[in-house]
């Protein structure tokens, strides 16, 4: 049986986030601190005592990295690039993942000859010319320090002899024997370390199994998403096992906001990871084993009243990454029942809504949006307004407010 966790209702948030920012003037983007310590509370019970390390692409605010990671359950920061990851270790910032291959042969050589970044950073590879990489970029430097790799693991389902494959195109490891491989071309080259494994189950982490009006759709999600489960289990230990014959491995890393509760359940996996769970935006509402609480919002104010029934907002074209569809446009989340007109979407500079609460909008007043992505929202916004309750208690920036665009 699945349950949903109650939170105030829409209306009130309206009401208490009005009062909150009257004094502002939009757009501005806010971000509920109660919201946040219940997203953030749900996903450690959800994690079974296993640590979590948070995913800096969704929250790209430096000070609210440090807030999360300062609660209990949470330790170490997966960037998404090396150049942030070198920021964020010069700040303070301890214990950075990078996600992702880097093919920056200068912030390779920056790492290799900084001795703290070196000891706090670990860079992802998943094929031998990463390695090559890395060594071109450091060869000859005097002072070059170890560099602690990670190895990433294609943990995508597939089916039918492949013509079927739920996940993320990222490893091409797949197998234990190609781990293995790898870790032993790693283990004969000076100056590198595998320290990590990691293996991100996309399909289960990010899919909500529970899509509205789609039953069909729902029950295949949950079909895949059983059987992917079953076959890493098995996939992912077997790998874990033959690395460890190579190498020492100080972590091994799997799941994210979507499948805390199952991923935790691996005896290989030593850590989980998680990002999107603490702003909860609008592609995380159709989960059935939790329910978040929305914490990051936008607000927009209404500028034309162009016909009976539309108000038209400032702005609101701000679309979120990935496969483009009506999923990953921001939600007009308060007033209740606002939509976009089919005609124009989410534009550049004005969006019209309508919807029986546009009857009521007068120039001014405020529509309050949830972007469909997490992170993504802080690349539109120098700062957070951080409120609690039905105050605002501090203004942070982004990434992009310290004048950091890293993509």
């Known amino acids: 049986m699945y349950l949903r966790r109650s939170y105030p209702a829409p209306m009130d948030d309206r009401q208490r986030y009005d009062r909150?920012?009257?004094?502002?003037e939009?757009?501005?983007a806010v971000l509920d601190l109660a919201a946040l310590r219940a997203n953030a509370a749900d996903m450690t019970r959800r994690?079974?005592?296993?640590?979590?390390?948070?995913a800096s692409k969704s929250i790209r605010s430096r000070p609210v990295l440090q807030r999360i990671l300062a609660m209990d359950g949470y330790t170490g920061t997966m960037a998404y690039t090396l150049p942030e990851a070198l920021w964020l270790a010069s700040t303070g910032l301890?214990?950075?993942?990078v996600a992702y291959p880097t093919a920056d042969r200068t912030a390779v050589t920056r790492l290799a000859t900084d001795p703290r970044a070196a000891r706090e950073i670990t860079l992802m590879v998943d094929r031998t010319d990463h390695l090559d990489l890395i060594e071109t970029a450091t060869a000859g430097l005097?002072?070059?320090?170890?560099?602690?790799?990670?190895?990433?693991?294609d943990a995508g389902y597939t089916a039918l002899g492949g013509r079927l494959r739920a996940g993320a195109l990222r490893s091409p490891v797949r197998d234990a024997d190609q781990a293995a491989d790898l870790a032993a071309d790693i283990a004969k080259r000076p100056g590198l370390r595998l320290t990590g494994l990691m293996a991100y189950e996309a399909q289960i982490a990010g899919v909500g199994d529970a899509p509205p009006g789609h039953p069909l759709t729902a029950r295949a999600i949950r079909w895949m998403q059983t059987r992917s489960r079953r076959e890493l289990i098995l996939r992912r230990g077997r790998i874990v096992q033959a690395v460890r014959q190579l190498a020492d491995l100080e972590f091994v890393n799997g799941g994210g906001t979507g499948s805390l509760a199952t991923t935790t359940r691996e005896k290989a996996v030593t850590?989980?990871?998680a990002g999107s769970g603490f702003y909860h935006p609008r592609l995380f509402d159709f989960y059935r084993g939790f329910t978040g609480r929305p914490a990051a919002l936008f607000a927009l104010p209404v500028v034309r009243r162009p016909a009976p029934g539309v108000a038209t907002v400032l702005g609101g074209g701000y679309t979120a990454s990935g496969a483009p569809g009506p999923d990953r446009l921001p939600q007009p989340y308060l007033p209740c029942g606002l939509r976009y007109d089919p005609r124009e979407g989410a534009g550049e500079v004005q969006t019209p809504l309508i919807g029986?609460?546009?009857?009521?909008?007068?120039?001014g007043d405020r529509v309050w949006f949830r972007h469909a992505k997490a992170g993504e929202l802080c690349e539109?916004?120098?700062?957070?307004?951080?409120?609690?309750?039905?105050?605002?208690?501090?203004?942070v920036p982004t990434y992009r407010g310290e004048g950091r665009t890293f993509l």
């Open 271 to 273: 850590e989980l990871t």
């Open 47 to 54: 994690a079974h005592g296993k640590p979590i390390r948070v």
């Open 380 to 395: 539109r916004f120098a700062t957070l307004h951080l409120i609690d309750g039905d105050e605002i208690v501090d203004e």
């Open 26 to 28: 939009p757009p501005f």
């Open 94 to 97: 301890r214990d950075i993942l």
């Open 142 to 153: 005097r002072d070059r320090h170890e560099i602690r790799l990670c190895l990433d693991v």
């Open 356 to 363: 029986q609460p546009a009857e009521d909008l007068r120039l």
């Open 20 to 24: 909150a920012t009257a004094h502002l």
